[in-house]
C-alpha cells in the first residue's frame, strides 16, 4: 500500500509539473478556441456551458477586486478584460446563430428570458434596458474617468516616486535590492494605470455592442419567424423578443459585474487592505456617527406614512453597534487594542496606532543617529534643494571601500528640544559628538594661515577643531580669492559624520556584520573561512580582533588575509592583542600605502631611546595581556610629552605618525589615545621595504625639543 501509495503521489506530482509547464500553452489554446466560436456551430448543451463559465469567470473577477489589497495584485486585469470581452462577444454570436437558425438557444437563455423576466416580454427589455443603461452610462464611465485621471496623475508622479526611492537608498533606509524592487513596481503601477486607461473602452464597447447585438436578434427574428418559417406577428414577437431579452440578460449581467470590478480596481489607488475590511473599519469606528443616525432613524420611524417598524428596527442596530465601538469592542467581538491600553507613547494625536506600531518597536536600537534642530531641516528636505541624504549615501559608499563593511543606516531625526541651528549625532543612543552649523552661512577655513583676513563670525570647524569663519554668500567668492577653503553647510556636517563613523566604527562592527562578511567571503575563499572558523576561533573572536583593527582606523576590507594570519597565529596564540598586531603586519603595504607621500617617504616622530627603554622595562603581565606598569606621574609627563610633539607636527601641516618598537606600540597608542586620538602608533615591522623615514620630530620627557 506504501508503494502505490508513493507512485500515485509521484504521478499526481508530475501531473502538476505538467500543468504548471504548459499553462501558458492552455491559455494560448484557449485564446484561438474563443475565436473559432464565432464561426463555427454550437450545439445548445455546449452553449450552455460556456455561459456558465462566463459568469463564472465574471464572478471571480469581481470577488478579485473586492479582495485584492492593491490594484497592482491583479495587474493582469487589462490583458483579461480583453480576453473575457473578446469571449463574451463570440458567446454572443454562437447564441445569435442559434436563436435565428433554429429558435432555441439553451436552457440558460430561456430561463432568463422567462423568469427573470416574469414571462413578460416588456418587463424582460425594461430590465435588459435598465441594465444596460446602468453600467453604460454610470459604472463604465465613471470607472473609464477614473482609470483616465489615475494614469495621468500616476505618470506625473513618478519623477517624485523615483527621488524618494533614491533618497531613502543613499540614507540608508532601504537597501539596493529594495530600492530596485520599489522602482519596478513605480513602473508596474505606471504601466497598469495606462492600461486601464485604454481597457475601460473594451467595456463600454462591450456595452454598445450588447445594445446593437439585441435589436439585430428582434430585427432578424422577426423576419426569420414571419418570412421563413411562416409565423404570425404575433407569435414571432413572442418567441424572439424572449429569446433576445434572455441572451441581453445573460450577457449583460457578467459584463455588469466585470465593470463594477474595474470601477473597483481603479478606485482603490490608496486602499491598505480589503474592500471589505476597510469599509467596516472606516464607517463603523466613531461611536458618534452611529448615535446620531441612529437617533434620526428613529425621528423618521414617528413621521405618518413610513413603516415605523423598519426604521426602529434600523435605529436599534446603529445604536448596538455605536455602543460596541464606545467600549472599545467590535461588533465581531474583539478587543480594541488602542482602548485597551496595549498600544502608548507612540501613538498618533488623534488616538489611533497604525497596525505597523508594535511595542517591540520600542525596544529597537538605531546604530546610528543624526538629530537636527528645525533650522536644518532644510539641509535634509529634497523638496527644498537639501541634498544631505545623498552626501550621506555617497559617504556609506565611501566608508564601506576605506573600513570594509558596510556602515548601518543613518537614521535622521528632528529634536525640538535642540536649538534651531544644532545637531547631535548618536551611536546605539548615546550622544557622542555634537555641533552648531549658522543657517544661510557657508564656512571659510584658512588652511595656510596666510590667507588675507576678511570679516566673518570666528568659530571652529567641527570635525577637526580648526578655526574658522562663518561668511555670507556674497562673500564666498571674495573669500576663495584670499585663499580661503569655502564650504557649505551640509558638506560641514557630512564631514563631521564622517570622521565621527571612522572615529567610532568598531562599536558599530557588530557581530552580525562579521557573519554576513564571513558568509560574503565563503563562496569564493571556502577553505580559510572553513579553517579558521569554528575549529581554531570562535566568531566572537574575530571579532574582537576586527574592532581592534577598526579602533586605529585600518581597514578589514582584505577579510580573507586577515583570517589567513589568525588561523596561523591561534595555534600559539589566542589572545585578542597579539593576533591584532600579527593582522597590522600582514597588512603593513594597506597601512602604509594610505599614509605615505607621493614620494614614497613618510615623516614620522621617533620615540627617544630612553624613554623607549623606560616604556618596555615597565610592561608588565595582566590577566593574559601586557599594560605599562607606570606610576601617575610618569603617565602624565610621557602623555604631555605625546602633546606637544603632536602640535608640532600639526602645526608645520603634517600628519603626526610614531614609529616605535613592536612591543611598546599598542602600550603606547592606549596611553595616548585619550589626549591625542590622532597620533598614529606604527611599529618597525609595519614598514614595507623601500619606504624612506623622514623624521620630522622627537618625543622625549625633556620638553624642550633635541638638538
Known amino acids: ?362 525596544l529597537l536600537v538605531d546604530p546610528l543617529e543624526l538629530e537636527i534642530g528645525y533650522g536644518l531641516i532644510p539641509l535634509v528636505d529634497a523638496s527644498q534643494g537639501g541634498d544631505l541624504l545623498d552626501r550621506i549615501g555617497q559617504i556609506r559608499r565611501q566608508l564601506a571601500t576605506q573600513l570594509g563593511f558596510i556602515i548601518p543606516p543613518v537614521r535622521i531625526r528632528d529634536n525640538m528640544a535642540l536649538e534651531p541651528n544644532q545637531y547631535g549625532v548618536k551611536i546605539r543612543t548615546v550622544k557622542v559628538a555634537a555641533g552648531e552649523l549658522m543657517s544661510g552661512s557657508y564656512l571659510a577655513m584658512d588652511p595656510t594661515g596666510t590667507a588675507e583676513t576678511i570679516r566673518g563670525i570666528p568659530t571652529v570647524e567641527p570635525a577637526f577643531g580648526l578655526p574658522a569663519l562663518w561668511i555670507t554668500e556674497s562673500q564666498k567668492d571674495h573669500a576663495e580669492l584670499c585663499g580661503y577653503t569655502v564650504v557649505e553647510l551640509p558638506a560641514v556636517l557630512a564631514t563631521h559624520l564622517t570622521e565621527i563613523i571612522k572615529g567610532n566604527a568598531a562599536d558599530l562592527l557588530t557581530r552580525q556584520d562579521v557573519q554576513e562578511l564571513i558568509e560574503n567571503i565563503k563562496s569564493t575563499h571556502k577553505a580559510v573561512v572553513d579553517e579558521v572558523i569554528p575549529s581554531a576561533l570562535s566568531l566572537g573572536e574575530v571579532h574582537r580582533v576586527l574592532q581592534n583593527l577598526l579602533t586605529e582606523q585600518v581597514s578589514i576590507r582584505d577579510l580573507p588575509l586577515i583570517l589567513e594570519i589568525l588561523g596561523i597565529v591561534a595555534r600559539q596564540n589566542r589572545n585578542s592583542d597579539v593576533m591584532t598586531e600579527y593582522a597590522r603586519n600582514g597588512l603593513k603595504a594597506q597601512i602604509c600605502e594610505g599614509l605615505k607621500g607621493p614620494d614614497n617617504s613618510l615623516k614620522v616622530i621617533t620615540l627617544d631611546p630612553n624613554l623607549e627603554a623606560m616604556l618596555e622595562g615597565s610592561l608588565a603581565e595582566y590577566d593574559g595581556g601586557i599594560k605599562l606598569n607606570l606610576s601617575p606621574t610618569d603617565a602624565g609627563r610621557i602623555m604631555e610629552a605625546v602633546r606637544i610633539t603632536v602640535d608640532e607636527a600639526r602645526q608645520m601641516g603634517e600628519m603626526p605618525i610614531s614609529v616605535v618598537s613592536p612591543v611598546i606600540r599598542l602600550q603606547l597608542k592606549r596611553l595616548v589615545e585619550g589626549s591625542c586620538p590622532e597620533l598614529v602608533v606604527l611599529s618597525y615591522n609595519e614598514i614595507v621595504n623601500g619606504l624612506e623615514l623622514q623624521s620630522i620630530g622627537m618625543i622625549t620627557l625633556d620638553t624642550e625639543s633635541p638638538e
Open 1 to 362: 500500500m506504501a508503494l502505490a501509495d508513493s507512485l500515485n503521489s509521484l504521478k499526481q506530482s508530475k501531473m502538476m509539473k505538467t500543468f504548471r509547464e504548459q499553462r501558458e500553452l492552455l491559455v494560448v489554446a484557449g485564446l484561438i478556441a474563443v475565436i473559432v466560436l464565432m464561426v463555427i456551430p454550437l450545439p445548445t448543451i455546449l452553449l450552455d456551458m460556456l455561459l456558465a463559465v462566463n459568469i463564472t469567470i465574471s464572478l471571480m473577477i469581481l470577488l478579485i477586486s473586492m479582495y485584492n489589497k492593491t490594484a497592482l495584485d491583479f495587474s493582469v486585469f487589462p490583458s483579461l478584460l480583453l480576453s473575457v470581452t473578446l469571449f463574451r462577444l463570440s458567446l454572443n454570436v454562437a447564441s445569435t446563430r442559434l436563436i435565428l437558425s433554429q429558435g432555441d438557444a439553451g436552457e440558460i437563455i430561456k430561463v432568463f428570458g422567462t423568469f427573470v423576466s416574469g414571462n413578460n416580454p416588456v418587463v424582460g427589455a425594461v430590465i435588459f434596458i435598465v441594465i444596460t443603461l446602468i453600467q453604460f452610462m454610470v459604472i463604465t464611465k465613471g470607472a473609464g474617468r477614473i482609470a483616465e485621471v489615475a494614469a495621468r496623475f500616476t505618470l506625473d508622479a513618478m519623477p517624485g516616486k523615483q527621488m524618494a526611492i533614491d533618497a531613502d537608498l543613499n540614507a540608508g533606509m532601504i537597501t539596493e535590492p529594495q530600492a530596485r524592487e520599489r522602482r519596478e513596481n513605480v513602473s508596474r503601477e505606471a504601466d497598469f494605470y495606462g492600461a486601464m486607461d485604454g481597457a475601460s473602452k473594451f467595456v463600454k464597447g462591450d456595452a454598445t455592442a450588447g445594445i446593437i447585438i439585441t435589436f439585430i436578434n428582434v430585427l432578424g427574428g422577426f423576419i426569420v419567424g414571419m418570412a421563413q418559417q411562416g409565423l404570425s406577428f404575433t407569435e414571432s414577437l413572442a418567441l424572439y423578443s424572449q429569446l433576445t431579452i434572455g441572451d441581453g440578460l445573460v450577457s449583460q449581467l457578467p459584463s455588469l459585474m466585470i465593470s463594477v470590478g474595474s470601477g473597483l480596481l481603479v478606485s482603490r489607488a490608496g486602499s491598505k487592505d480589503t474592500m471589505g475590511e476597510e469599509i467596516t473599519s472606516q464607517m463603523f469606528n466613531n461611536y458618534r456617527v452611529l448615535y446620531v443616525s441612529s437617533i434620526v432613524m428613529a425621528i423618521f420611524s414617528f413621521i405618518p406614512g413610513l413603516p415605523r417598524v423598519v426604521f426602529l428596527v434600523l435605529a436599534a442596530i446603529l445604536g448596538v453597534i455605536g455602543y460596541f465601538v464606545q467600549s472599545g469592542i467590535s461588533p465581531t467581538g474583539s478587543t480594541d487594542l488602542k482602548s485597551a491600553g496595549a498600544v502608548s507613547g507612540g501613538a498618533s494625536g488623534n488616538g489611533h496606532a497604525e497596525e505597523e506600531d508594535r511595542i517591540e518597536d520600542y
